[in-house]
């Protein structure tokens, strides 16, 4: 592990899940000084309507790789697959081994509430391993040592921007991507793999486009043309303090019940 004591972790589900909710965030932290890490539960072993399971798994962990490495950042995979993802002992413990690893002093995690299944039990799964991490006696399956302490931890936004019913999520801050929006784009597109698999199960035409919409909307919310929404874990344990506000200033907008609500599609 890097001596660089700033570290921050993307932890989500799928390759290219981090790059759609938090990859402009994590470009403004690379700016600032810090060290990035991306890591997905699963692998991608259903996205695609061509290459099976294995083969496609292959792509999608090049790709990840791929965007991480625009910003000097790692990549991890966690040996999840795709729609099987369980909070359980096994998954539990990837989980801690890749936080182990990494050490991080920010943690980003899916929503509690998400469109997919695999979504939300890798949100609880992030959320736990955060916390457990830096406990010694809990034995991920392998040699590892606890982390230094608990992370600042926080919610990107929902896909879509709301929960399953439609709703929009109670948003507490925004974080102005506009200076960055290139890289967050060129991120993305390193899935490639992904643009005739979102056509064809979410109808999505153009997956970049999309993606610049849903940071319209979130921008629209405070002023500024693109953003990143998330909320902070203030549960017993973690700090309460907003680190990412400290780090990026007036790019880190407060948002008020009333503009959280409004972060929808």
Not at 178 to 201: G, N, P
Request: proline share 5%; with cysteine.
């Amino acid at each position: 592990m890097s001596v660089n004591m700033k570290r921050v972790l993307a932890f989500h589900c799928h390759p290219d899940d981090v790059e759609f909710q938090v990859s402009g965030t994590l470009a403004l932290l690379e700016q600032a000084g810090w060290e990035i890490h991306i890591a997905t539960m699963a692998g991608g072993e259903v996205g695609s309507v061509v290459l099976g399971g294995e083969a496609i798994r292959a792509v999608r962990l090049k790709e990840a790789a791929a965007a991480a490495d625009l910003l000097g950042g790692h990549y991890h995979y966690a040996g999840g697959h795709d729609l099987c993802i369980q909070y359980d002992s096994w998954h539990l413990r990837q989980a801690v081994r890749i936080m182990r690893e990494v050490d991080p002093q920010i943690v980003f995690a899916p929503p509690p509430t998400d469109y997919l299944v695999d979504h939300e039990e890798t949100s609880r799964l992030v959320r736990t391993a955060a916390f457990i991490a830096s406990v010694p006696n809990y034995d991920c399956g392998e040699p590892s040592i606890a982390t230094a302490g608990i992370p600042h931890l926080y919610y990107c936004h929902a896909a879509g921007l709301s929960d399953i019913y439609g709703r929009p999520l109670p948003m507490q801050m925004a974080v102005d991507i506009s200076a960055v929006i290139d890289i967050k784009r060129e991120m993305l597109a390193c899935h490639a793999s992904q643009r005739s698999w979102l056509q064809y199960v979410n109808g999505m035409d153009d997956y970049l486009q999309q993606m610049e919409v849903d940071a319209q909307v979130q921008g629209q919310a405070v002023g500024v043309v693109f953003a990143e929404s998330f909320m902070q874990h203030l549960g017993r344990g973690h700090p309460t303090d907003n680190l990412l506000h400290a780090i990026l200033g007036d790019r880190c907008i407060p948002l008020s019940l009333e503009h959280g609500g409004n972060v929808h599609a």
